[in-house]
């Protein structure tokens, strides 16, 4: 029986070398297979026979040990190496890898499976799908608002590539900026006119003199200034003043503009000069007692004509506006949209009127609106000494502008929001800039790209330039993942010892996330593989060698009988 052991012992040792190298060749073989995990053999050795029972010790003896032959080796263990792989870039968005312990859950024919292979696509019915076998890739979608579903219950990731996002109406513009503290007022303040009156060789001259100066409101709208100087019959070096304000048509305003202007004008020679000059100019035409006014247009102004000459030199008058400054107007614009995702300009502008008081108003063109007028919104906007904005201080409060949109959306009306305090629009030294901070409005869209974040999140992205998250992948933890069978196509099923799958989301509730744009290569290390080949090959020499020994033993043994 001895020989016969040695030789049993040596096939156990032949026939375990070859289940260590059966391991290492299909390590081997899936060295390119992607999420693969590697595997590893142990060995244990198997019975011993008894050649002799130990012995206690006594008082006049000491005691022996226990004589034992093993019985050869046999396969301990084959487990998994779980260790996390290297990460290959794809640059395509639905290859997904995972960091951390958990694994994807995928579902063929009713059946859950778990997979580190994350390299899927999307079907003809929009599934997210590994493509080797049609497993779909488990998960959450959201509803139509975006809103992934509390819990942990499993669906079918299905993405609808056809999605569209219908228009959402702008209800809100919150607005930011500065105002320049130390800014002039927008409207005109003063227009001077200086220069010539040609004396005429007869009296009263053929045809009155007009000149005709840019001014502007307290809006910043532009107006036109007319004055027309028409000789007095009968009274030579005598003019009487008359004066109209146009609109941007040349119509004249109705109700037409106040003033209180003295007329007629009377030039007088000068003893020294010789010149014509208004005698009566020092009160009655030096800017002050002579106002114009159109409080319904917001005009407001002083005409200044003491510079006025008469002589019989070349007529050479001119008129000019707060020195021909350009008028403080700020503008920040923003598109908006309507219920049918029709866009439509909106244009913020500001102009001064008094110190911290600035007025405001919001416009959208002609060509948006139903009966193609133009609608405006206007009020006034008062800061504090530090800057800041007081929504009380708005007039009027809350503040909106309304138009019915021409194409045939509901009416639209935004809120226009100017913050608080420096959230919002402020008035400090630094330079004027309006602008949109943000509206909420947006055109109907469709699915144009898709990203999925580390926590498994699949935002689309649309072509409105708005993304909504669409669904979320989730993960699977086991407590113990050398439980897992495999069941090919880089498949795993839970079975026996692997412990009930948890289902978590990406993140912190699984430890694990997820990368998009890359796939987890296989762990298996080829230098430990071809070392581990090395072993198993001396291995399987050594037990050969013993099988052969054996053998020849057994041969001499029957050779005895000859």
Not at 176 to 199: A, F, I, Y
Not at 393 to 412: D, E, M, Q, R
Not at 480 to 496: E, K, P, Q, V
Request: hydrophobic share 35%; glycine share 10%; net charge negative.
């Amino acid at each position: 029986m001895a020989l016969l052991n040695s030789l049993f012992a040596g096939v156990s040792g032949l026939r375990n070398s070859q289940t260590m190298m059966d391991v290492i060749g299909n390590n081997i073989a899936n060295v390119n297979t992607i999420g693969f995990k590697g595997s590893r053999v142990t060995f244990s050795d198997t019975f011993n026979q008894f050649v002799k029972a130990g012995t206690n010790p006594s008082e006049t003896s000491g005691g022996t040990n226990t004589f034992q032959i093993g019985l050869g080796m046999k396969v301990n263990s084959i487990d998994r190496n779980w260790a996390q792989g290297t990460f290959e870039s794809t640059g395509i968005t639905t290859d997904l890898a995972l960091q951390g312990s958990g694994m994807f859950v995928l579902k063929s024919n009713g059946t859950n499976y778990y997979s580190r292979a994350g390299g899927f696509t999307f079907d003809a019915q929009g599934r997210l799908v590994s493509p080797q076998n049609g497993a779909v890739v488990q998960g959450k979608v959201a509803n139509s608002d975006g809103v992934v579903p509390p819990g942990n219950n499993l669906e079918d990731i299905k993405i609808d590539t056809n999605l569209k996002l219908p228009a959402v109406a702008t209800s809100e513009i919150k607005w930011g900026g500065n105002l320049k503290s130390d800014s002039e007022l927008t409207r005109t303040e003063k227009v001077v006119q200086r220069g010539n009156l040609q004396q005429p060789t007869t009296w009263p001259p053929a045809s009155p003199t007009t000149m005709d100066t840019t001014i502007y409101n307290e809006s910043g709208d532009a107006y036109k200034l007319r004055t027309t100087y028409t000789a007095v019959a009968g009274t030579p070096d005598s003019y009487t003043l008359s004066y109209d304000v146009l609109d941007s048509t040349g119509a004249a305003l109705v109700p037409p503009v106040t003033g209180s202007i003295a007329t007629p004008l009377q030039f007088t020679a000068d003893p020294v000069t010789g010149n014509y000059a208004l005698s009566n100019g020092a009160t009655v035409f030096d800017g002050i007692a002579n106002r114009i006014q159109s409080p319904t247009n917001k005009i407001d102004l002083l005409l200044d004509g003491t510079a006025l000459t008469q002589n019989n030199a070349t007529q050479t008058l001119s008129s000019s506006a707060d020195g021909n400054r350009k008028p403080n107007i700020v503008t920040g614009s923003v598109t908006v949209f309507d219920s049918l995702g029709t866009s439509h300009q909106v244009t913020l502008k500001y102009t001064k009127i008094s110190n911290n008081t600035w007025s405001f108003s919001a416009s959208v063109p002609g060509q948006s609106t139903f009966n193609g007028q133009s609608v405006n919104t206007s009020g006034t906007i008062m800061f504090n000494a530090d800057g800041t904005l007081d929504p009380s201080n708005i007039s009027p409060t809350n503040p909106k502008l309304i138009f019915n949109p021409a194409g045939g959306a509901n009416p639209v009306s935004v809120d226009l929001n100017f913050g608080s305090g420096f959230g919002g629009i402020t008035q400090t030294s630094s330079s004027s800039v309006i602008s949109a901070l943000s509206q909420d409005g947006s055109a109907s869209a469709t699915l144009s790209n898709m990203n999925i974040d580390q926590y498994g999140n699949i935002v689309g992205i649309f072509s409105n330039g708005n993304s909504r998250t669409l669904a979320q992948v989730m993960a699977a933890t086991f407590t113990n993942l050398n439980g897992l069978i495999s069941t090919g196509d880089n498949l795993y099923s839970a079975y026996a010892n692997s412990g009930t799958p948890r289902i978590g989301g990406l993140g912190e509730e699984t430890g694990t996330t997820v990368q998009s744009g890359a796939l987890e290569q296989s762990n298996v290390d080829l230098s430990e593989e071809f070392t581990k080949m090395i072993v198993s090959q001396r291995g399987f020499q050594a037990n050969a060698r013993v099988v052969t020994t054996a053998d020849t033993l057994l041969q001499e043994i029957t050779n005895l009988i000859r």
